[in-house]
């Protein structure tokens, strides 16, 4: 019905419209921003990198992982956070920043635009929705279940096989994402090194296309 | 940015432009449809009652209820489930039936009809982001927080300063979606009763709207 968003499209949309955004870059670390409901001010479109989502400081609560083309702190779907909602760069980033009335303005004001909303909105409940299911996904299977969400929100393509992940996306990351005991995720991850499913080369985490493709259901 | 959706807008709109559609009736306890991913047949839309969503054919796993103005089988964004997701009519319900096609077709032929692509992506994914966001809530409160979540996707409104729940959203089925161990659930239960938070009367749930209002964030 659609095709995938890309953050050109969007800026030379407010660049037409003569509509404010600035650009601004993050080191691998940095806090982002932080907040505590869907009343924000402004609005981040990732331009290049990934940023992680924590709820409250404890790192051990990473809620997702954005990347290119993402918008964060646009939340069409709810009002308020049980508990605040921290963002970092997972590596060097580069985001566009939007101040939130401009942001409404840009999509409200032209019919033209509507359609942004749809893939915004879209975009914004992938992340969601996959975490949601997570839960529903079977102890013994969480790992790969991750794996693939990644390779889906990620946006991956293929090279030689394999989707090859950031490094940064590492055993702390998944682990905690996965929200398994350390015994459990590490037999999960073993099992998929033995099995030839996912490898680790140069520090980067690489899983087989067609494996994947196989498990379309992982129950 | 946007008013809330209601059913009656968008059947208007399919009657303007002549595309088809039908309606039924289902009855509590009825199977509705089973979907196995989001290549669908057909999306339904609630004109009135409660859907229920489970992952599985066992009923401890329910995912979310759907209510008036919601639509389901309507999936803008993912692929495939982990496990096949089963619609029930947890009330009586009247559905509106429109041909995946035709939908597809409703919305992306005619300009002028963008904006409801937003608000059905909204919509549909509050229900995942407030599943998702469950598991971050300390258990100790996450009974208070699944009530408060009905509260807003079943779009709710206080009746002397109260919000009742349909009956059929009972101990079973909020124990189930909170994922609680039975001890765990009657505690929080009764606690909420000792409080004067939670209410049962004739069958049906009650809570109190002020004590929700100052319970914000349930951290």
Chains 1, 2 share one sequence.
Do not use: W
């Amino acid at each position: 019905m659609v095709s995938p968003f890309d953050y050109v499209e969007y800026t030379n949309m407010l660049k037409n419209y003569d509509i404010s955004f600035k650009e601004k870059t993050y080191q691998a670390g940095d806090l982002i921003t932080i907040v505590h409901s869907t009343e924000t001010n402004n609005i981040f479109l990732i331009k290049e990198g990934f940023v992680s989502a924590y709820f409250g400081d404890d790192s051990t609560e990473i809620y997702t992982i954005l990347a290119k083309n993402n918008f964060f702190c646009y939340f069409p779907h709810s009002e308020n956070f049980p508990k605040d909602l921290h963002f970092y760069a997972l590596t060097d980033v580069t985001v566009y920043i939007i101040d939130n009335k401009e942001f409404t303005f840009s999509l409200s004001a032209f019919p033209e635009n509507f359609g942004f909303h749809y893939l915004f909105s879209r975009d914004v409940s992938k992340h969601a929705f996959y975490r949601s299911i997570l839960y529903m996904v079977p102890k013994q299977n969480r790992l790969l279940f991750a794996l693939k969400t990644f390779v889906i929100l990620f946006d991956l393509e293929a090279k030689e096989g394999k989707f090859v992940f950031p490094k940064e996306l590492n055993s702390k990351i998944l682990k905690s994402y996965t929200n398994l005991s350390k015994k459990v995720f590490y037999t999960q991850l073993n099992t998929l090194y033995a099995d030839g499913i996912v490898f680790k080369k140069d520090k980067h985490f690489e899983i087989d296309a067609e494996s994947l493709d196989e498990l379309e259901f992982l129950t």
